[in-house]
């Protein structure tokens, strides 16, 4: 499945996309798709719906975010061994993990706003994995079990904030509109591959990320099981793996997104993003 939440920000109602690329509604059927739908077991229960019985959505609305809700999102950094050479890092014996605000969370057509005092905002593509159950020292062969879907996603990041400000990443990581998902949650049975896909992205129609994930340092399996161990993870926490070699902080001079500049990301078979930079405005 497809899932995907419609409308005005705030106001979203749950859709579906079905076989044809046509979105469906499917309010009436279900809640939003949030963490506490998932919660309830609500994939399972759409699971035998006959989506040609549902009513067609206008194409124009509004995308939001596919999961609303989250109770936390965390992050992988340093998972791609080129990221870490271009950024002058050292890779680490065990992921290096972060977490990014659930304030953060916009949708894959929303604006990216740079916050106020900004002067380094960057992008970072990235499969993101969407936990479906509760889960609670998992090992690697369970942690299937426990995904509901994936999603693409960007890790906006404030470098200056991130890196200067006595280190924290959090709060490089965590402005508003600062981790656009989206278009689709894409259910595990459909997206087995998530392995094995590309990821790309353009700034102003230039190639600035390339890879796929395949080339992760520790997988998405491993990833999940090892955060697992330090905390549980409930149905609807959103799980960033990492970015590759194309930031705009590895190029020389660095590149930092300004207002006005385009952004195009993809990872194959979950859709594709499109955003604007905007300045925020008091």
Request: aromatic share 6%.
């Amino acid at each position: 499945m497809k899932l995907l939440n419609v409308g005005a920000l705030g106001h979203e109602t749950p859709a579906i996309l079905d076989k044809d690329g046509i979105i469906r509604s499917l309010e009436g059927v279900c809640e939003p798709i949030s963490a506490s739908f998932l919660a309830a077991d609500g994939l399972q229960r759409l699971s035998k719906l006959n989506l040609a019985d549902l009513p067609i959505i206008d194409p124009s609305v509004r995308l939001g975010a596919p999961l609303l809700g989250p109770g936390k999102i965390i992050a992988v950094g340093l998972n791609y061994d080129e990221h870490i050479k271009e950024t002058g890092s050292t890779q680490q014996q065990e992921p290096v993990l972060f977490t990014k605000a659930v304030s953060a969370l916009s949708g894959p057509f929303d604006v990216i706003e740079r916050p106020k005092n900004a002067t380094q905002v960057d992008w970072e593509i990235e499969l993101v994995v969407i936990i479906g159950k509760t889960a609670k020292y998992i090992t690697e062969d369970q942690v299937e079990a426990h995904i509901a879907g994936f999603c693409t996603g960007i890790d906006v990041s404030e470098r200056y904030f991130q890196k200067h400000r006595s280190g924290q990443w959090l709060k490089g990581k965590s402005a508003d509109t600062f981790a656009p998902i989206g278009p689709y949650l894409v259910t595990l049975d459909e997206f087995s591959h998530y392995q094995s896909c590309s990821l790309s992205l353009d700034v102003n129609g230039q190639k600035m990320q390339s890879s796929n994930t395949n080339k992760m340092i520790h997988t998405v399996k491993t990833l999940v099981s090892y955060i697992n161990q330090f905390m549980s993870l409930q149905a609807g926490d959103l799980i960033f793996t990492g970015t590759p070699e194309g930031v705009g902080l590895g190029f020389t001079p660095p590149i930092f997104l300004q207002q006005g500049d385009q952004i195009v990301a993809e990872v194959e078979g979950l859709g594709i993003q499109r955003h604007v930079v905007i300045d925020h405005a008091d």
